[in-house]
């Protein structure tokens, strides 16, 4: 009977007995992005500095994070509201309806996935009536991969936490299937070990590289055959990098500390059928919702939650904006 309850509550967003917990970074305020259709190389420039910025405090927040209270996850018997306020970041927690003794806990926190450049295009395209020229697409995605890039920043210090204090094991993420899971963990297995061995190698390749370079525009080599071999390579390695980070991006903030080894384990959220008939790119090319089948797929997500532990953690893409309020989460709770 609970579960049949549950399934209700949890719909649509996860609502129902909710938690609902705000956090802006304390160090920043959120970055305020350029509009669609209007992202000069300035504004892309001042945007990847904000990300950087963003990604070095939330490193900091993490290591600096010494919880006063020592609660796991696991424990249903503690206050979900004083851990989470607690988390670096957080300063503001609201119940709309508090549970005294749960026995279901979901913590979801909310995402914003990156969306591959040619489904970004159409979406462009549907949006504008029309379709952008390429030089504008790729700028405008650039914007959205460093808008993502900064709410995994955000995302990555709350999960750190929780994963090195309060027992945090697994995480479920949107958009993998079971089907789809012994791939992923294949994918997962092959970057890590990029990550180990080769990455190290090209940032350091890198760095010497641009010390050549520095040296010799010092010693007004600019214009020899040397140099402009140098500026070739310090070109690759950092298309190298960049094609990297995207990559990294794809995964989400779970699959980067999977990555790193630090999460144990990435579980699937979607079901493959109610995901693939969800799609919203129509035969003809356009990006339309069907909120039928998105509903469909939002049960069979509640269907996943339900047959896990006690206690689960759920990423779920449903921001509105990036950015705009450092992050949401939610945690509904079943008496």
Not at 65 to 90: E, H, M, S
Not at 107 to 136: C, F, K
Not at 283 to 291: E, F, L, T
């Amino acid at each position: 009977m609970w579960r049949a309850k549950l399934h209700f509550l949890l719909l649509p967003f996860l609502a129902g007995l909710i938690l609902l917990v705000v956090w802006h970074l304390r160090h920043q305020e959120p970055a305020h992005l350029p509009q669609k259709y209007s992202a000069p190389v300035q504004q892309l420039a001042e945007l990847q500095r904000l990300v950087t910025e963003q990604e070095n405090n939330s490193h900091r927040a993490a290591e600096r994070y010494n919880p006063t209270l020592k609660w796991q996850l696991t424990d249903l018997t503690f206050p979900a509201r004083d851990l989470l306020a607690g988390l670096p970041g957080v300063v503001e927690v609201e119940h709309s309806v508090k549970c005294d003794k749960p026995t279901r806990r979901v913590i979801h926190l909310r995402d914003w996935h990156l969306v591959p450049r040619e489904l970004y295009a159409l979406d462009l395209a549907t949006s504008a009536g029309r379709p952008l020229p390429e030089d504008e697409v790729a700028q405008l995605h650039a914007e959205h991969l460093l808008e993502v890039a900064a709410v995994q920043a955000e995302q990555m210090v709350v999960l750190r936490c929780l994963i090195r204090h309060h027992g945090l094991r697994k995480v479920y993420a949107e958009g993998l299937t079971p089907a789809g899971l012994a791939n992923y963990r294949d994918i997962i297995r092959a970057l890590k070990a990029m990550e180990a061995d080769e990455m190290p190698a090209a940032r350091k390749q890198l760095a010497e590289v641009r010390e050549l370079l520095a040296g010799m525009k010092g010693r007004g080599q600019e214009d020899t055959e040397r140099y402009r071999t140098a500026g070739g390579i310090e070109a690759q390695l950092v298309k190298m990098l960049d094609d990297r980070r995207e990559r990294l991006l794809e995964f989400g903030a779970a699959g980067r500390l999977l990555i790193a080894g630090e999460l144990e384990e990435v579980l699937p959220l979607d079901d493959d059928d109610a995901l693939e008939s969800s799609k919203p790119v129509t035969p003809d090319g356009k990006v339309r919702i069907d909120r039928e089948k998105t509903r469909r797929r939002q049960d069979a997500q509640v269907r996943l939650l339900l047959a896990g532990d006690k206690t689960v953690m759920a990423m779920k893409d449903n921001l509105v904006q990036p950015c705009n309020a450092g992050g949401i989460v939610r945690v509904v709770e079943l008496k």
